[in-house]
């Protein structure tokens, strides 16, 4: 059981059961995954993908927030340029 969800479960995080039904082929590969010791339980193997799913999304959303903002104000070619110089400036500085 991975360490962030046994502590949500020992300050009492709310939580709710869900049921789901899965063809035969994925919970034969999900068990065998639980046997293996990757997953501590089928609902362990459950969780960690729902909040891989739940990551992904929240991660799309910051890339699309970033790509609205690109599009509102677009680079110009002179920021290219200061980075470009910042960059040198920097490995200019290294010790090596």
Sequence with gaps: MRV???IGMMIAVATQQIAIRLEETL???????VARG???????AVRRG????VGADEQRRID???VAA??????????D???????????LE???
Aim: net charge negative; glycine share 0%; aromatic share 10%.
């Design 4 to 6: 962030a969800y046994r």
């Design 27 to 33: 919970l034969a590969s999900l068990d065998d995954m």
């Design 38 to 44: 990757l997953f501590d339980s089928r609902a362990d």
């Design 50 to 53: 729902v909040e891989m799913v």
């Design 64 to 66: 699309d927030a970033y």
């Design 70 to 79: 690109y599009e509102r104000a677009p680079q110009d070619p002179s920021d």
């Design 81 to 91: 340029a200061a980075a470009l110089a910042s960059l040198r400036e920097s490995i």
């Design 94 to 96: 290294e010790p090596w």
